[in-house]
Each structure stands twice: as structure tokens, then as C-alpha cells.
């Protein structure tokens, strides 16, 4: 699998167009803001309330034209807020052009291990659900109110654009962070499900998965990842492609991996996972998983599968996945 070359002039049709992005804040989504507004278009930082003043800060100091963006606030499990979100861009812009569903967040704790009550019986979960509304059901809100808005919208068809911000973990699932992966797993889903409703309404949905990217996630152990010698991605990386894909007019329900590293050839060792998944469709029995990772070298090349089992044997190495502090 070759790498994807960006294209500068692509980056340039951004100007005069409006984009929103959720969990614009910091982060990906901050850098998601800067990379399109430094190309001339008008961004809306959408983000919890509590984030106002950062947001507002990086507004007025890093941002190349802060007179084209706007802070909204704006959670998007709550319908009503995410609505207001829309309807305060389109006041402001007269128009979206295009929407980066960005906001996620992880599990503060591992919602696999066990929790007994009083009387010694296993509690339910609540971190899961935490996890699985922001994810899954919030970026399927922002899926659906940027296919009305853009359905409605004055730009051409071609202009017209939703980035899914999913992850690595959207296809593999190594770090055991059980809520997080699931829930991209199931944003995978909606991009692959919403295609219909996109051609039919002449919008394009593509989706990005970001490897390893310094942000308040990844906070816990981003120090000993480097003292490893591993790279890994900058917010700024993952917004260029963003932008990119966002604006290239020729991609439509493509999923690009967005994973800086570097590999020194020798033998392949991506392990082959330990389970099992059987596909059951009428005469036909067959496995899923095992197959699949042997393919992963064919799939995505032989130096990204080794880098992926290198970042496994990290994870492995220092206990597991270090989960961030709750908000």
C-alpha cells in the first residue's frame, strides 16, 4: 500500500468556504481549525462550555485570520446544544460547507474490570455508556444534523463534505481500552453506512484514523513512548489530512490512516491474534479474525504491520494502556 501524497493546491480551495468542527478546543480538533483557516476558510470551534476560554485564547493567538472564526458551545449527546451549533454557523457564515464529527473521548478507567455493590453483585458500568453517547451516538448526532444542513446549503454539490474522525483502533483493537475501541469500531460503521444517504444527497463522507497523537489522551504515557524511540503523529499531521480529504473532491467513503514512523527493514512480527471469529451465512462457516490479521501485512503493507506489533509490544511492556484523567 503506497502513501498518499497531499496535494498544496487542494488545500488552497478551503478559501471563503465554512467549516465546523466538534471538540474544536484543543487538540486534533484546535489544529483541524488552524490548518483550514490558515487556507482562508471560516471555522466554528463547536466544544463543551467549560472550554470556552481556551478556545477563545487560541482564537485571538494562533489562528492566521481569527475575524473568520467562532467559538459555539455545544455538547453533542445533547440534541438541542449540537442543533444551536448548526443553526449559530449558519447565522454567522450563511452557510457549512463542511463538518469534522472530531469531539471523542476515552474511558477514565477500564470498564472490564469488576465492581461489586454491598451485597457482593456485579455493578453495571456507567464509564461504558459515558463513552459509547460521546463516540457513537454523538458523532451519529453530527453525522445526521450535517447531512440536513449541508442538504440545504447554497454550495455546489462539490464543496459539500463530512470527515468522521475515527482511529487506529477503529480497525484494531490491540490496546484493550474496551470502550474506546468499540465505539470507533462503530463510527467505521457509520461511515460505511451513511454512503447511501450521502450519494443520494450529493454529500461527501469520508472518515480519518489517527495512529498515536499527542493530545490529552494519550497524556500518560506519551513520555515513554518517545524514550522508546517511536514516533508518533502531531495534531498538526492529522489535520492536514483532514483538510485534505475533507477538500479533495475525488474521495468519497475513503478512510485514510494517518501514522508517522519510521521502520528499518528485517523480519515481519505482527502476531497473530488470539481468537476467533466465525462468519455464519447460510451453507457457508468461516473465520474471520485470524485470516484477517494474517492479511494486515498484504493490507496495509509490511512496514505499518511491523510498526503496529512494535506499538503492541509497547503497550504490553508498560502494563497496558495508560487511560486519561476524566473531565
Not at 476560554?53 to 494562533?62: K, L, P, R
Request: hydrophobic letters at 40%; a negative charge.
Amino acid at each position: 500500500m503506497s502513501n498518499i501524497t497531499i496535494d498544496p493546491s487542494i488545500l488552497s480551495t478551503a478559501t471563503n468556504k465554512t467549516v465546523l468542527i466538534t471538540g474544536a478546543a484543543r487538540g486534533i480538533g484546535a489544529a483541524t481549525a488552524k490548518q483550514f483557516n490558515a487556507h482562508g476558510a471560516n471555522v466554528v470551534l463547536a466544544d463543551l462550555a467549560q472550554f470556552r476560554s481556551i478556545a477563545e485564547q487560541f482564537i485571538q493567538h494562533d489562528l492566521a485570520d481569527p475575524s473568520r472564526a467562532t467559538f459555539v458551545e455545544g455538547n453533542i449527546v445533547d440534541w438541542d446544544e449540537l442543533r444551536n451549533c448548526f443553526k449559530k454557523t449558519v447565522e454567522r457564515f450563511g452557510g457549512i460547507d463542511i463538518v469534522v464529527a472530531n469531539a471523542g473521548i476515552m474511558e477514565s478507567r477500564s470498564v472490564l474490570d469488576f465492581e461489586v455493590d454491598d451485597d457482593g453483585e456485579l455493578k453495571e458500568d456507567v464509564e461504558a455508556k459515558r463513552v459509547f453517547d460521546v463516540n457513537l451516538r454523538g458523532t451519529l448526532n453530527t453525522l445526521r444534523l450535517a447531512l440536513f444542513y449541508l442538504s440545504q446549503s447554497p454550495s455546489p454539490p462539490s464543496s459539500k463534505s463530512i470527515i468522521l474522525v475515527g482511529s487506529s483502533s477503529s480497525y484494531f483493537g490491540g490496546t484493550g481500552v474496551a470502550a474506546y475501541v468499540a465505539s470507533k469500531h462503530g463510527v467505521l460503521g457509520l461511515l460505511r453506512a451513511g454512503q447511501g444517504k450521502g450519494r443520494e444527497l450529493g454529500i461527501r463522507i469520508n472518515g480519518i484514523a489517527p495512529f498515536l497523537t499527542p493530545t490529552h489522551i494519550t497524556a500518560g504515557f506519551t513520555e515513554r513512548w518517545r524514550e522508546r524511540g517511536l514516533e508518533e503523529n502531531t495534531p498538526e499531521r492529522v489535520a492536514e489530512a483532514i483538510a485534505f480529504v475533507a477538500l479533495d473532491e475525488g474521495r468519497n467513503g475513503d478512510c485514510l490512516l494517518v501514522s508517522k514512523f519510521c521502520f528499518s527493514p528485517g523480519q515481519l512480527s505482527f502476531n497473530v491474534l488470539e481468537y476467533r471469529v466465525e462468519l455464519v451465512a447460510g451453507k457457508f462457516l468461516r473465520e474471520l479474525e485470524s485470516s484477517r490479521a494474517k492479511l494486515i501485512p498484504t493490507w496495509l503493507g509490511e512496514d505499518v504491520a511491523q510498526f503496529l506489533s512494535t506499538a503492541m509490544q509497547f503497550f504490553v511492556s508498560i502494563g497496558g494502556y495508560v487511560l486519561p484523567k476524566k473531565y
